[in-house]
């Protein structure tokens, strides 16, 4: 069966229509934060810009400056994934993505890193507080991967 112009540009827009409605339901959350700035002993000072919770994934952006005289480098995601959490249980947490070409988040002395974390899942609606953990259970004085945990609010 051949098709003419008319029924396909017919078609096109009923799809187009379809498309640009479903998008609507989707959009993302978009949340400013209250707090999000912690500096530890070792040098290292992590700032959260923002979340955001999209449909399939949230993303934090993060801003993380070091300076130290003890120590050349620090890793920010070493032996246990950071995370996201708003609850006690491990139920309650999303894991970091890794970043492929920087899986350890590796930050030399005077240097600063800016960008997007992917945690895959969706932080549950209605969510008002969570934390993000780099390096759990660790110091902020390891001069290797010290331990970081940022309380956030999230505003709209």
């Known amino acids: 069966m051949r098709r003419t112009m008319g029924s396909i540009t017919k078609e096109f827009i009923v799809v ?4 640009i409605s479903s998008t609507s339901l ?4 978009k949340y400013s934060v209250t707090g999000g700035q912690v500096s530890v002993p070792v040098g290292l000072t992590v700032n959260v ?3 955001t919770i999209g449909e399939d994934a949230t993303t934090v952006r993060v801003l993380a ?15 246990e994934n950071a995370y996201l959490a708003w609850g006690e249980g ?9 970043i492929a070409d920087n899986k350890w988040m590796r930050i030399a002395n005077g240097q600063t890193m800016e960008g997007d974390l992917v945690f895959p899942g969706v932080v549950p609606a209605g969510t008002k507080k969570l934390t993000l953990v780099f390096n759990p259970g660790k110091s ?3 001069t290797n991967a010290p331990g970081v945990t940022i309380p ?4 709209k």
């Not at 187009?16 to 498309?19: H, M």
């Not at 491990?90 to 890794?98: F, T």
């Open 65 to 79: 400056s070091f300076d130290s005289h003890r120590t050349t480098f620090v890793d920010m995601n070493d032996r």
């Open 16 to 19: 187009l229509s379809l498309l």
């Open 152 to 155: 956030l609010e999230l505003a």
């Open 26 to 29: 989707a959009d993302d959350r």
């Open 49 to 51: 810009k923002a979340v």
């Open 140 to 142: 902020g004085n390891d």
């Open 90 to 98: 491990e139920q309650d947490r999303l894991h970091l993505r890794q």
